[in-house]
């Protein structure tokens, strides 16, 4: 018999957790304030007593597994604890109740291990504010406890037997899995195998792959294949945007499509605020009627979104529309239902934050429930950025301000009292920007008190909703977490801004990490094994240096499908982009294009370092030569704006679009054949020189050795190197590609470009 093993935790929530969903009484305490009062609980305990008890019983199949928090020898008693914030009475009783299941069941466990007759249960409530226990207690009989515990078995028995068949079908159709199309195309099987390889050997990849070989079925395809041999149980496919979600969930119908047998569970996880469908609402019951009664009626949510009864070809896969069609035939809220189903499915698509950043759900998951996870992430070149942010946060003090004047009285005093410690930092900074090596503690200190007063705030008014206020909390949240953890990895800084008077200046304190490494290397050593790529990895080392990847990482080069002849890439050596030569290049760049364009009439695009620099040379080259068609990019572009932007480019039509560096149509934008036969690029990407990136420039020389690289010449490059990339993206494409500007001229920068272009000079 296969045995089905689940974590304490999971089996409870499974079985014991009714009534609403209710998000009132969390976020309560950070992380670390979580682990510290855990400890100062077991530290005010005497010699019996013993701490993060490991136990683990089983019934029929079912192997069950967790670690209790304490049991104290000599009053008989085992310990469950929880940290809490505010007022401990407003705690939902499904909540308490779920934390009695917890106990009862480890109660159990203890008295299975210990053949003992009976045992105190207790919840341990530790307010992190006061630093005081509420203590709650229940003496139970071991038979009592036995029967409660196979009582909650029997609930999940079903279950258990349901996923264990679901998960042998899944592994048997694996191993044979053939590859869904006739052959592979150039690279793709270099990339497959990489893949492949890392995995069995249990490994992290860097893999840089061009664009056009297949890279979303090339990388899902070995991590399914390995999955029933390395006993993987999910695959998580994390992309940086909405479209790259797509062509994962395409990947998804096409391997599914060649495999009808195969029992292939899929979710797209999005964001709270796309998902939502109260947005007006707050998450619990007494507001929203997704929320209301949402434990009672999951369970047949849960039976129907996985179509557990349907043959594995007429599952659906559970795409954002699909999961809201469910969520609401069930009258339950569709994200948190996906929440749920996240559990229960073998390949999860969603956004990055899901797994990477501070309070991820299929990490936090990962780890209840000790999966061995595969981690793709698709578009790696975006992680360095988007990780940052994840673990960042500033504050604006002209919000500060307004939230002052309508915030509810009870808030005033703490929020004055934010305001005034601000007041005197920025009193005390004379230049415009700082960064400082310690964190302001009084600030923080009254930021903290704000944020508890907010929570017990919220806590007593619950139908109160003020974005301001909830903003506000979020970031101060967002700034003590980020508090607790601050190190070399980040900058704390003040930035002043004068306005037309001082009722009009602001301040901006901002907590800026700049090397994600520290938090993300446990994410990398969790997972089984987890690949990064995309066009643009280069060099390995700032990837691996700013990521945190494990010093095994494998490293793969997918050589490029495309041949030096399908792309004249030119270097114009006569013309600088500097800043100060700006005014100057505006001609010979315009003459430039126009020559191109004479000898070649077709669709460009053509990319500058700002919105002012590309809207002179947009402006030179229409009085200049005022015959070719041009169109460009306008600040704060809409969805339908940006469609309309690349509507212009047709097999048919001719013209130039000017685009900024690094925005909309700088990368993932797909034109091939006659819709783009060439790019002019008029930068060298380089991150602008201000105060902020100084700082971490002389940061990445400290950790690094290589301030100027890391900060300046590989996020610029990379950028050149994924707008180029917009010109060649079939084997049939043919293009040109000009660099404007004499630095890339230079051997070092030459180095980062593609192996496979040829590239000249001239001027
Ligand atoms: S529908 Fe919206 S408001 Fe209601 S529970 Fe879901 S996310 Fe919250």
């Not at 307010?127 to 203590?135: A, F, N, P």
């Not at 996240?342 to 759900?361: H, K, L």
């Not at 960064?435 to 704000?450: D, R, V």
């Amino acid at each position: 018999m296969k045995r089905y093993t689940i974590a304490v935790r999971a089996l409870c929530e499974f079985t014991a957790k009714t009534g609403d969903l209710d998000l009132r009484f969390t976020p309560s305490p950070t992380a670390q304030e979580g682990i510290a009062g855990h400890a100062t609980v077991t530290a005010r305990r005497g010699s019996s007593y013993q701490r993060e008890l490991a136990l683990a019983g089983d019934y029929g199949a079912l192997h069950v597994r967790g670690r209790a928090d304490g049991y104290d020898s000599a009053a008989n008693r085992l310990e469950e604890i929880k940290t809490y914030r505010g007022d401990l009475a407003r705690m939902p009783d499904n909540q308490r109740q779920l934390h009695w299941a917890q106990a009862k069941v480890y109660g159990h466990l203890l008295c299975a291990t210990q053949a003992l007759e009976q045992i105190t249960l207790a919840l341990v409530y530790f307010d992190v504010g006061s630093q005081k226990e509420t203590m709650l207690q229940h003496e139970h009989s071991a038979a009592e406890l036995k029967r409660y515990f196979e009582q909650q078995c029997e609930l999940f028995l079903q279950w258990a037997a349901q996923e264990l068949a679901h998960r042998t079908a899944r592994d048997a159709q694996l191993e044979q899995l053939a590859f869904p199309y006739a052959g592979f195309r150039p690279g793709q099987r270099e990339l497959a195998a990489a893949m492949y390889t890392a995995s069995k050997r249990g490994v992290c990849l860097l893999a840089q792959a061009p664009t056009g070989i297949g890279k979303s079925v090339g990388s899902l395809f070995p991590m399914l294949k390995a999955a029933a041999q390395q006993q993987t149980d999910k695959v998580f496919f994390l992309a940086a945007k909405t479209p790259g979600r797509q062509l994962a969930l395409d990947a998804v119908h096409v391997i599914r499509r060649s495999a009808p047998l195969l029992p292939l569970r899929t979710l797209e996880l999005v964001a709270r605020d796309s998902a939502c469908v109260h947005p007006e609402l707050a998450c619990h019951g007494d507001s929203c009627p997704l929320a209301r009664g949402f434990y009672d009626r999951l369970p047949a949510a849960r039976q129907a979104a996985l179509d557990t009864c349907l043959p594995a070809q007429q599952q659906r896969l559970l795409d954002r529309q699909t999961l809201q069609d469910i969520a609401l035939a069930h009258q339950v809220c569709p994200y948190y239902l996906g929440s749920e189903l996240a559990r229960w499915c073998d390949v999860i698509v969603g956004d990055y934050n899901y797994y990477f950043d501070q309070s991820a759900m299929l990490y936090g998951l990962t780890v209840m429930n000790d999966w061995k996870v595969s981690v793709l992430v698709d578009e790696a070149h975006n992680m360095v950025s988007r990780a940052r942010k994840m673990y960042s946060a500033d504050m604006s003090h002209s919000s500060l301000r307004l939230l002052r004047k309508i915030a509810p009285e009870a808030l005033k005093k703490p929020l004055e009292r934010v305001q005034r410690q601000w007041n005197q930092l920025v009193r005390e900074q004379e230049d415009d920007y700082q960064a400082y090596s310690e964190l302001p503690e009084k600030w923080l200190g009254a930021l903290q008190t704000a944020a508890s007063a907010i929570s017990d705030y919220q806590n007593e008014h619950p139908t109160y909703i003020e974005p301001l206020l909830q903003e506000f909390y979020f970031n101060a949240l967002q700034f003590t977490r980020l508090a607790e953890s601050f190190g070399p990895h980040a900058l704390f800084d003040i930035e002043k801004r004068a306005g037309r008077s001082s009722a009009h200046s602001d301040s901006i304190l901002c907590i800026r990490n700049i090397v994600p490494a520290p938090y993300l290397a446990p994410r990398f050593q969790l997972s089984h094994s987890s690949a990064l790529f995309s066009a643009t990895l280069s060099p390995w080392n700032y990837f691996h240096d700013l990521l945190g990847m494990p010093d095994n990482t494998a490293w793969v080069d997918v050589e490029s499908p495309f041949v030096a002849e399908q792309l004249r890439v030119k270097v114009a050596a006569h013309i600088s982009t500097r800043y100060q030569h700006r005014q100057q290049s505006l001609l010979p760049i315009a003459q430039l294009m126009a020559q191109q364009y004479a000898a070649q009439r077709g669709n460009y695009l053509a990319f500058f370092s700002s919105f002012d620099y590309m809207e002179k040379a947009a402006q030179t080259l229409a009085e200049l030569y005022p015959d070719i068609p041009q169109w460009s990019q306008t600040r704060r572009m809409d969805e339908a704006a940006r469609a309309d932007f690349l509507a212009r480019y047709t097999p048919e039509s001719c013209g130039i679009g000017f685009a900024v560096l690094g925005g909309a149509f700088g990368e993932g934008v797909d034109l091939p054949g006659a819709r783009l036969i060439g790019a002019f690029v008029a930068t060298l990407g380089l991150p602008q020189v201000n105060p902020v990136n100084e700082q971490i420039r002389q940061r990445m020389d400290s950790l690094f050795g290589a301030g100027y690289d890391y900060t300046y010449t590989y996020p610029g490059m990379q950028k050149v190197v994924q707008a180029a990339g917009r010109v060649i993206r079939t084997q049939t494409d043919r293009g040109t590609v000009y660099l404007i500007d004499d630095r890339f001229d230079r051997a070092e920068l030459r180095a980062l470009l593609p192996a496979w272009w040829q590239v000249e000079s001239f001027g």
